[in-house]
């Protein structure tokens, strides 16, 4: 089975921008969590998307958004890019989402310059 | 608020020795602690300890929960260069309500082997 694959993988923006990040599960899986990752942080919980709905969101800004296709496919945006946004974005599939291990894809490397 | 902690932050170690990783936790709602190995991107899976499965081994690698203490080591014996990585340890909690689960990371345990 294909694992987890995030578009794309390094991304460079300027400060003010959008941009918009893109996750396809593992085949089957319909639960998407996004994560942020930074050396200060760690990893932190972004949100949830499970049947194209948002289940559960963490303690980040409305400038953090996202969705889920019918697909599973998932794609999270970002708006109005601050310096601090600069972070290995992460998703991380399950089928269902309850107990199930989460399987982590790439990454996307975005830098807000 | 959820709290996972790992200690040490950072390990030096030489090869063929044993090392004992630390995790402990305070989670509202706890359905499993899971251990991942950071090499460079993606985190992969190493275990997952529930309440039905407080102990799992695979080859040098070994992991037990503690759910008294709100806990768990990570075992790697006979360590080699390839295991250097940074080792993350998550909580997953559920939300009932929503359906949903979430997992809390550690900051990690940067191990690195020296030869």
């Known amino acids: 089975k294909a694992g987890v694959t995030q578009t794309p993988r390094y991304l460079i923006k300027t400060r003010g921008q959008q941009v918009t990040l893109s996750c396809s599960p593992i085949?089957?899986?319909?639960?998407v969590s996004w994560y942020q990752q930074t050396p200060g942080q760690g990893l932190q919980f972004l949100f949830e998307y499970f049947s194209e709905t948002q289940r559960n969101k963490g303690n980040f800004p409305g400038r953090f958004s996202g969705r889920q296709f019918s697909n599973s496919r998932s794609e999270m945006n970002v708006s109005t890019l601050e310096l601090g946004d600069s972070a290995l974005y992460l998703c991380?599939?399950?089928?269902?989402?309850?107990?199930?291990?989460?399987?982590f894809g790439p990454g996307t490397r975005l830098t807000v310059l | 608020e959820d709290k996972v902690v790992q200690s040490p932050l950072s390990l030096v170690v030489h090869e063929g020795d044993t090392v004992t990783l630390n995790c402990s936790y305070e989670?509202?709602?706890?359905?499993?602690l899971l251990w991942y190995k950071q090499e460079k991107k993606a985190p992969t899976f190493l275990f997952m300890l529930t309440s039905s499965g407080i102990e799992k081994k695979s080859g040098r690698l070994s992991s037990i929960l503690d759910k008294k203490e709100l806990s768990s080591i990570l075992n790697i014996t006979a360590t080699q260069t390839g295991d250097s990585a940074i080792y993350l340890c998550a909580v997953g909690k559920a939300y009932s309500g929503a359906g949903s689960y979430q997992l809390t990371f550690g900051k990690g345990t940067k191990l690195s082997v020296i030869p």
């Open positions: 989670v509202t709602n706890f359905r499993s």
């Open positions: 991380a599939s399950t089928q269902r989402g309850i107990t199930d291990t989460q399987y």
């Open positions: 085949s089957g899986h319909r639960s």
